[in-house]
């Protein structure tokens, strides 16, 4: 089995921390492998972000369909940039971590919050649980005011952040479980566990494991009507 990691950014020392998170949660016998675009941004805060991303985005998906054969694919970033379109351009199973990681953490705790970065962020991951229909499972969605970057500069502040909103989710807000709003925040996952004493995740680890077990059980992206291949048009601009 081989699963394809796309992580939306340019940033690769986030897509290298994907990988090696992916790694760990994988079986034995699954490949996977992480990629960062050739174009988009190095990180993803706002909705002109998500966008300027989703062309890279659909770009890997093609490229892992048609020349590097892969089974399903994983957009690795919590707004899930792309996701509806990617599930036009292959067959093949394609997940986005915020949808994985709210699946996974309604299956866990009754209520759960989300800690992100910028507070300007909290729109895009409100859009995200209303889209998923989780909002009455949603206790929170608290930010920690720190950009994406900043957490890549200095992981001590980054994690030290986490655990106070994540602290204050829990006594204030009833939060069950804590659910990690970026997919750069994977390293943190099992201090933050130590810390907090509840169930701590990420989107990447879920993701991984329901791509297998979709590549596993033989299903494949329903090609019917709404995700069906689109139309054959000319588009200018664009290399795929």
Known sequence: MKIKLINPNTT????????????RYASADTEVYAVSPDTGVDSIECYVDE???????????????????????IISCFGDP?????REVTD???????????AAAKMIA????????????????????????????????RSTG????????????????????????????????ILLG???FVDFVEQLKKELGVP???????????????????LKTSKVNTWKYPEEKEYQGYDF
């Not at 900043?150 to 479980?177: H, M, T, W, Y």
């Open 82 to 86: 792309g996701l509806q379109a990617a």
């Open 51 to 73: 966008y300027l991303a989703i062309p890279g985005v659909l770009k890997e998906i093609i490229k892992g369909d048609k020349e590097e054969h892969a089974d399903a694919f």
């Open 182 to 184: 970026c997919a750069g």
């Open 12 to 23: 690769w020392s986030m897509t290298e921390s994907i990988e090696n998170c992916a790694r």
């Open 92 to 102: 093949k199973p394609v997940l986005g971590i915020a949808e994985s990681g709210i």
């Open 200 to 218: 701590v995740l990420d989107g990447v680890m879920p993701a991984v494991k329901f791509a297998e077990a979709l590549v596993q059980m033989g």
């Open 146 to 177: 720190l950009s994406v970057l900043e957490f890549g500069n200095d992981p001590v502040k980054g994690k030290n952040a986490l655990a106070e909103q994540s602290r204050k989710a829990i006594k204030e807000d009833g939060a069950e479980c």
């Open 110 to 141: 009754p209520y759960f919050s989300i800690v992100s970065v910028l507070d300007r962020s909290r729109k895009v991951t409100e859009d995200v649980v209303n889209n998923y229909g989780a909002a009455q499972f949603c206790r929170s969605i």
